[in-house]
């Protein structure tokens, strides 16, 4: 008995098969092209270290709404280390220099990260708002958005920021550029 192509369970399996994968690998290039978004590159240094470069290719940048307000936010880990950078923006509607943390009614946000892995633990996270180890104030930072399209960012960045023990962390000559 001879069948046809048609009603040949394997020709139907090999085809099920071949859908199936050429959903999972173009489900894995999108995926692949949300981290890959950009670039980050800047010097940052921790406590009494030296300034080290810091570089990532994935860049994570979000356009919302947040209390009325357009909010940006900017998440860098670092390629080769756990360091990373977090910026908050309130009022982005176009190109300019916002202030962290600024005056106004919305605080920017200003946070390096010296282990990732480890934010939550008090010394390895460093903010603008906190004291430096003599009491004073004096986490700042700047971000100058020099391109903000629907569809991309691109700016420099300066952070100053101290721990809970008063260590600072300084990140500077900062550039960014990516994709929303």
């Known amino acids: 008995m001879k069948k046809t192509l048609k009603n040949n369970p394997i020709v139907f399996i090999a085809l099920l098969l071949c859908v199936v994968t050429v959903i999972a690998f ?5 995926v692949g092209k949300e981290m890959s978004k950009g670039f980050f590159s800047g010097k940052i240094s921790f406590k009494d270290s030296t300034n080290h470069k810091l570089y990532s290719d994935k860049v994570q940048i979000k356009k919302t709404s947040e209390r009325g307000v357009t909010v940006l936010t900017i998440v860098v880990i670092d390629n080769n280390t ?3 950078v977090f910026v908050k923006l309130y009022n982005v509607t176009g190109k300019g220099t916002f202030f962290i943390p600024g005056e106004g009614n919305f605080q920017n946000v200003g946070n390096l990260i010296k282990d ?8 390895n996270f460093y903010q603008t708002t906190l004291a430096n180890n003599e009491g004073l104030k004096n986490g700042v930072g700047r971000v100058n958005i020099t391109r903000l399209t629907e569809d991309e960012v691109e700016g420099e960045l300066i ?3 101290n721990n809970s023990e008063g260590n600072q962390a300084q990140l500077e000559s900062a550039r960014f550029k990516a994709k929303f």
Not at 26 to 30: A, E, G, I, R
Not at 116 to 123: Q, S, T
């Open 159 to 161: 952070i100053i920021a």
């Open 26 to 30: 173009s489900k894995n290039l999108k």
């Open 82 to 84: 756990l360091e990373s």
């Open 116 to 123: 990732v892995n480890k934010f939550r633990e008090e010394p």
